[in-house]
């Protein structure tokens, strides 16, 4: 199947600072987009979705941005801490062929970030 | 709310034996449960997708002899491994849905599996 990549496999940011993570996809067809947050040895941890009618979605601290035309994706995250430091994943899911419901998630490749007090 | 557990965390076994795993959802009913596999400083791997009560569907390259998947309750899905080698030893992850067809899934803590 299409794959979803990322640009960055590291980041390295002071604290205080905003990051930007970037997320490439591949499959036009995709529809929902997820970013996760993986700390060492544990689960994946859901941070913020857009679907594909959208090209920007806030949460707290937490900005995604969505360009369709290009198929790229970004996370921004505000004021950095240290607590942010973690692996960050895109996914991204399609509706199946009825329309009706979505099919399996497909990860990112992954960026790690490290925010330096 | 969501809360996704799985048992053991950590697991250490001897090479030709078998390990299982077991991915609870704690506070809802979860009709499809995903298994992943995830190597060292690399992403998620879809192994199989598990729905309640039926077989469950196994990705490309994936043997469904060796990592058997059961999901025989609502609230519940074990994976084994079977015959385990070295090349087994790795972080398994489950995630869970609320409802079938539904986007959200909820993510288990892993478990770290080494095959001595």
């Known amino acids: 199947g299409e794959s979803v990549g990322l640009h960055l496999p590291t980041l390295s940011v002071q604290e205080g600072d905003n990051s930007i993570i970037n997320c490439a996809y591949s499959?036009?067809?995709?529809?929902?987009f997820i970013w996760y947050k993986q700390e060492s040895g544990k689960g994946p941890q859901f941070i913020i979705d857009?679907?594909?009618?959208?090209d920007k979605r806030q949460g707290q601290r937490v900005t995604v941005l969505l360009n369709k035309t290009v198929k790229h994706l970004s996370l921004q995250i505000a004021a950095t801490q240290p607590g942010d430091s973690a692996v960050y994943f895109c996914?991204?899911?399609?509706?199946?062929?009825?329309?009706?419901?979505?099919?399996?998630?497909?990860f990112g490749q992954g960026t790690i970030l490290t925010v330096h007090p | 709310g969501a809360v996704v557990s799985q048992h053991p965390s950590r697991v250490i076994c001897k090479s030709g034996t078998s390990v299982k795993i077991e991915c609870r959802s704690l506070?809802?009913?979860?009709?499809?449960m995903f298994w992943y596999r995830q190597f060292p400083k690399k992403s998620l791997m879809l192994m199989a997708t598990?729905?309640?009560?039926?077989?469950?569907?196994?990705e490309q390259g994936v043997e469904k002899d060796k990592f058997l998947i059961n999901h025989a309750s609502l609230t519940l899905s074990t994976l084994t491994v079977t015959s385990a080698h070295p090349e087994d030893s790795s972080f398994y992850i489950c995630s869970a849905t609320p409802r079938e067809g539904r986007i959200e899934q909820y993510f288990g803590p892993g478990t770290r599996l080494t095959v001595t």
């Open positions: 598990s729905n309640e009560g039926s077989k469950a569907t196994y």
């Open positions: 499959n036009s067809a995709s529809d929902y």
């Open positions: 506070d809802f009913q979860a009709t499809t």
């Open positions: 857009i679907r594909s009618n959208m």
């Open positions: 996914a991204e899911t399609e509706r199946d062929a009825g329309g009706t419901s979505y099919g399996k998630l497909t």
